[in-house]
């Protein structure tokens, strides 16, 4: 029995859990409707079908015109988790040696230079989208998986985060480890990583849902039907001359299953590593 | 913890060899050219026409994003050939952007003589091409007759007047139906045009002939307006932004019109020809479909803007050839055959659009549908613009300002005002700014005294 005191609030969380919910119910209930009463409000299907699946997937012709679709979502799904992966991969490692440094090793104007960089956070991605793709150019990663994972392997954010949350590692732990002779290597590998493992695993999960959610840089680096990820693939769907609502729906009750998944596992990580991360400065 | 990085890094190398051992080759030896265009089903029909009709050659689609398009071709990297609206290229030509036309076009068969009169100004610039017609297109009212039956409202007439369409609207509207459903008498798809075409009615133009002064504060323009506002508020046969809201899932303004006319809730929209092109996806409107010329002001005839889907050339194409190859082939008569069979519009050669029974299609067998095109755009209007202002921008304060008024934050005689006046400074602005655009004013102002604006 919840006390009196608690009944508001907890309508009021009720309330707030419909608000949020509403639309992916929304979406999960236009993701079965049938392209004749996809436009309609209501949110449960009168006559529900689960043939939009594969129809999405291309197993089976689009029931009203009587023709495959032709998308490539399976391999969309597959460059979606591959790029997201490797931008996960890439960017806690080298967050985590960049927040050792910031954190584990004194060296001249250290904190300047982690300002400095700190400040890149506030340059909005727009103003840097011409001078980054013209890098890409010129390496010519353009139309190529190493430009979607490359230029997000470095994080000014997972630096940051890590940063504070090596600060609360206690140097005497460093110090023992010098004295048995470890190096700053072996001090990072040994002593820092799996102490900061909650840490390590909250940016994981940031840098994964970022990464696998991401829609404007794979947009602008990709031309290659192939190589597209599922934000940009599913553009395929919608367009100017009738939107297939039913099926951008299917799409996207597939493509969110990775992000549902991960965030139900790591949830306690998450949460934990983000209050750790946020205790000290 | 390390060996956990290792595992994940050894996972990383074997998706990555996955990922690039299954990615197919490019076919061949053929010139491939990269075709920014918008997501339309046709595109695929329209590049293997391209390709049996020039062997060795190919043509791909992908997706023309306006920003993607910028960012590409400011970097040396964008599409060969590109979707361009009267808006966008103006602005991209005088980025530098785009491949002058002129002459190859005259060798080539694909100069602005070789399409509809309507929409040639739009093909240049200064007196330039930089495009070339992919579809051209000229609104007209579509109608579900079914609806028009459902509630005993007589089906529009060629002639009718605004008048007309209201009283058939709130006919609509107010009289019960036989099936007992309720519709929306017109789906308002997007209101930039149907306030253009209204412009257009009233007989009023975005500027002045030299295109130094915007003529959205005239008398005709602000009737344009306050027409607009009429048929949302006063007669009601155009939803207001809440009753949109309300009535559509996606919840988008605007965003759901055509969806409304298609699953049968809306009687009539104004729309182009291209409609058709997913008529297969809404079987409810097969043998109900039917089009009428836009309504006319009393004493004037039935007209609207024209519009077209221009293709431009990237000034940087590693393939100016193959891509000039891509134009000539627009004005072919197997591309017009494939735009006549897919519905996409019209053809950019007016010799495969020159009636209605040239334009029937399976989907739409019907001649007289398609004469209602025919029609439309033969009396239709050039597209207006201004050297000195960018044609998008103008583009997005229209679509503000109506915003407004659908809102109810201006009258629409104040919303006509202050869009005049924002366009006006921005144009004094641009002028002052950029040398080569005050030496075309100085010359437009020169001409315009030796030959005054009626």
Same mark, same amino acid.
């Given at each position: 029995?919840?006390?009196?005191?608690?009944?508001?609030?907890?309508?009021?969380?009720?309330?707030?859990?419909?608000?949020?919910?509403?639309?992916?119910?929304?979406?999960?209930?236009?993701?079965?409707?049938?392209?004749?009463?996809?436009?309609?409000?209501?949110?449960?299907?009168?006559?529900?079908?689960?043939?939009?699946?594969?129809?999405?997937?291309?197993?089976?012709?689009?029931?009203?015109?009587?023709?495959?679709?032709?998308?490539?979502?399976?391999?969309?799904?597959?460059?979606?988790?591959?790029?997201?992966?490797?931008?996960?991969?890439?960017?806690?490692?080298?967050?985590?040696?960049?927040?050792?440094?910031?954190?584990?090793?004194?060296?001249?104007?250290?904190?300047?230079?982690?300002?400095?960089?700190?400040?890149?956070?506030?340059?909005?991605?727009?103003?840097?989208?011409?001078?980054?793709?013209?890098?890409?150019?010129?390496?010519?990663?353009?139309?190529?998986?190493?430009?979607?994972?490359?230029?997000?392997?470095?994080?000014?954010?997972?630096?940051?985060?890590?940063?504070?949350?090596?600060?609360?590692?206690?140097?005497?732990?460093?110090?023992?480890?010098?004295?048995?002779?470890?190096?700053?290597?072996?001090?990072?590998?040994?002593?820092?990583?799996?102490?900061?493992?909650?840490?390590?695993?909250?940016?994981?999960?940031?840098?994964?849902?970022?990464?696998?959610?991401?829609?404007?840089?794979?947009?602008?680096?990709?031309?290659?039907?192939?190589?597209?990820?599922?934000?940009?693939?599913?553009?395929?769907?919608?367009?100017?001359?009738?939107?297939?609502?039913?099926?951008?729906?299917?799409?996207?009750?597939?493509?969110?299953?990775?992000?549902?998944?991960?965030?139900?596992?790591?949830?306690?990580?998450?949460?934990?590593?983000?209050?750790?991360?946020?205790?000290?400065? | 913890?390390?060996?956990?990085?290792?595992?994940?890094?050894?996972?990383?190398?074997?998706?990555?060899?996955?990922?690039?051992?299954?990615?197919? =080759?490019?076919?061949?030896?053929?010139?491939?050219?990269?075709?920014?265009?918008?997501?339309?089903?046709?595109?695929?029909?329209?590049?293997?026409?391209?390709?049996?009709?020039?062997?060795?050659?190919?043509?791909?689609?992908?997706?023309?994003?306006?920003?993607?398009?910028?960012?590409?071709?400011?970097?040396?990297?964008? =599409?060969?050939?590109?979707?361009?609206?009267?808006?966008?290229?103006?602005? !991209?030509?005088?980025?530098?952007?785009?491949?002058?036309?002129?002459?190859?076009?005259?060798?080539?068969?694909?100069?602005?003589?070789?399409?509809?009169?309507?929409?040639?100004?739009?093909?240049?610039?200064?007196?330039?091409?930089?495009?070339? *017609?992919?579809?051209?297109?000229?609104?007209?009212? @579509?109608?579900?007759?079914?609806?028009?039956?459902?509630?005993?409202?007589?089906?529009?007439?060629?002639?009718?007047?605004?008048?007309?369409?209201?009283?058939?609207?709130?006919?609509?509207?107010?009289?019960?139906?036989?099936?007992?459903?309720?519709?929306?008498?017109?789906?308002?798809?997007? *209101?930039?045009?149907?306030?253009?075409? #209204?412009?257009?009615?009233?007989?009023?133009?975005?500027?002045?002939?030299?295109?130094?002064?915007?003529?959205?504060?005239? =008398?005709?323009?602000?009737?344009?307006?306050?027409?607009?506002?009429?048929? !949302?508020?006063?007669?009601?046969? @155009?939803?207001?932004?809440?009753?949109?809201?309300? !009535?559509?899932?996606?919840?988008?303004?605007?965003?759901?019109?055509?969806?409304?006319?298609?699953?049968?809730?809306?009687?009539?929209?104004?729309?182009?020809?291209?409609?058709?092109?997913?008529?297969?996806?809404?079987?409810?409107?097969?043998?109900?479909?039917?089009?009428?010329?836009?309504?006319?002001?009393?004493?004037?005839?039935?007209?609207?803007?024209?519009?077209?889907?221009?293709?431009?050339?990237?000034?940087?194409?590693?393939?100016?050839?193959?891509?000039?190859?891509? @134009?000539?082939? #627009?004005?072919?008569?197997?591309?017009?055959?494939?735009?006549?069979?897919?519905?996409?519009?019209?053809?950019?050669?007016?010799? !495969?659009?020159?009636?209605?029974?040239?334009?029937?299609?399976?989907?739409?067998?019907?001649?007289?549908?398609?004469?209602?095109?025919?029609?439309?755009?033969?009396?239709?209007?050039? *597209?207006?613009?201004?050297?000195?202002?960018?044609?998008?921008?103008?583009?997005?304060?229209?679509?503000?300002?109506?915003?407004?008024?659908?809102?109810?934050?201006?009258? =629409?005689?104040?919303?006509?005002?202050?869009?005049?006046?924002?366009?006006?400074?921005?144009?004094?602005?641009?002028?002052?700014?950029?040398?080569?655009?005050?030496?075309?004013?100085?010359?437009?102002?020169?001409? @315009?005294?030796?030959?005054?604006? *009626?």
């Amino acid at each position: 029995m919840l006390p009196a005191r608690s009944i508001p609030r907890f309508f009021l969380l009720c309330a707030l859990g419909f608000a949020l919910s509403a639309p992916f119910f929304w979406m999960l209930g236009a993701s079965f409707k049938p392209r004749a009463e996809v436009e309609q409000a209501h949110i449960v299907p009168r006559e529900p079908t689960a043939l939009n699946y594969p129809v999405v997937l291309d197993l089976l012709p689009d029931p009203v015109t009587g023709v495959y679709l032709g998308v490539r979502f399976g391999r969309w799904y597959f460059n979606s988790i591959f790029v997201a992966m490797g931008i996960t991969l890439f960017q806690v490692l080298t967050s985590a040696m960049a927040a050792y440094a910031f954190s584990r090793i004194e060296w001249p104007g250290r904190d300047k230079v982690f300002l400095l960089y700190l400040g890149t956070m506030m340059i909005p991605g727009v103003v840097t989208m011409i001078p980054n793709f013209q890098l890409m150019v010129t390496f010519g990663f353009v139309n190529t998986y190493h430009g979607l994972i490359i230029p997000a392997a470095f994080s000014a954010f997972g630096t940051f985060l890590l940063r504070q949350f090596m600060l609360s590692i206690p140097t005497s732990l460093d110090e023992a480890a010098t004295i048995d002779g470890a190096g700053h290597w072996r001090i990072f590998w040994d002593v820092i990583v799996p102490l900061a493992r909650p840490g390590l695993i909250a940016l994981c999960i940031l840098t994964f849902l970022g990464a696998y959610q991401s829609f404007f840089w794979p947009l602008v680096m990709l031309q290659d039907d192939q190589l597209l990820t599922m934000p940009v693939g599913m553009l395929r769907l919608d367009n100017s001359y009738g939107r297939q609502t039913e099926l951008i729906m299917a799409a996207t009750v597939m493509n969110i299953i990775p992000l549902i998944v991960i965030f139900v596992m790591f949830q306690r990580f998450l949460v934990k590593g983000l209050q750790l991360g946020g205790v000290k400065g | 913890m390390k060996y956990i990085f290792l595992a994940a890094f050894l996972v990383f190398l074997g998706l990555f060899a996955i990922a690039t051992l299954t990615l197919k =080759p490019q076919d061949g030896d053929d010139v491939v050219l990269r075709w920014a265009t918008d997501p339309n089903p046709a595109r695929d029909r329209q590049s293997a026409g391209f390709a049996r009709a020039n062997p060795g050659f190919q043509v791909v689609p992908e997706t023309g994003d306006p920003t993607k398009l910028l960012v590409q071709c400011a970097t040396g990297v964008g =599409p060969d050939v590109m979707d361009l609206s009267e808006a966008m290229m103006q602005s !991209m030509v005088q980025a530098g952007l785009l491949m002058d036309l002129t002459e190859v076009a005259k060798q080539h068969g694909f100069d602005p003589s070789k399409t509809f009169p309507a929409i040639r100004d739009a093909l240049t610039v200064d007196g330039r091409q930089y495009r070339f *017609p992919a579809n051209v297109n000229a609104q007209a009212v @579509l109608y579900n007759k079914a609806i028009f039956d459902d509630h005993g409202v007589p089906y529009p007439r060629e002639g009718w007047t605004w008048d007309d369409f209201v009283a058939a609207g709130r006919a609509i509207a107010e009289r019960p139906s036989k099936s007992g459903r309720e519709h929306i008498p017109l789906a308002n798809s997007y *209101p930039n045009d149907l306030f253009s075409d #209204l412009l257009v009615a009233h007989g009023g133009r975005y500027f002045s002939e030299d295109g130094l002064t915007s003529r959205l504060d005239s =008398p005709e323009a602000v009737a344009a307006f306050q027409h607009y506002h009429d048929l !949302m508020f006063k007669h009601r046969v @155009l939803p207001t932004p809440e009753q949109s809201v309300a !009535m559509s899932s996606q919840g988008g303004w605007g965003s759901g019109g055509i969806n409304w006319f298609a699953s049968g809730d809306a009687a009539m929209i104004m729309i182009g020809r291209w409609f058709i092109l997913q008529a297969e996806n809404f079987p409810g409107l097969r043998g109900h479909l039917a089009a009428v010329r836009l309504p006319r002001m009393p004493g004037q005839p039935s007209r609207g803007f024209t519009r077209a889907r221009g293709v431009a050339v990237n000034a940087r194409t590693r393939h100016p050839e193959a891509a000039v190859k891509f @134009l000539a082939h #627009l004005n072919s008569p197997e591309y017009g055959r494939s735009i006549v069979e897919d519905g996409d519009s019209m053809p950019p050669n007016p010799a !495969m659009a020159k009636d209605g029974a040239a334009l029937a299609n399976p989907g739409v067998p019907d001649a007289a549908f398609h004469q209602v095109f025919v029609d439309a755009i033969r009396d239709a209007v050039p *597209p207006d613009s201004s050297l000195f202002v960018d044609a998008s921008q103008v583009r997005r304060w229209t679509e503000e300002a109506l915003g407004r008024i659908e809102n109810r934050v201006v009258t =629409p005689g104040q919303a006509a005002k202050e869009l005049a006046s924002e366009i006006n400074r921005a144009i004094a602005r641009n002028i002052e700014r950029q040398p080569q655009l005050r030496a075309r004013a100085q010359a437009s102002k020169a001409r @315009l005294q030796t030959h005054p604006e *009626p």
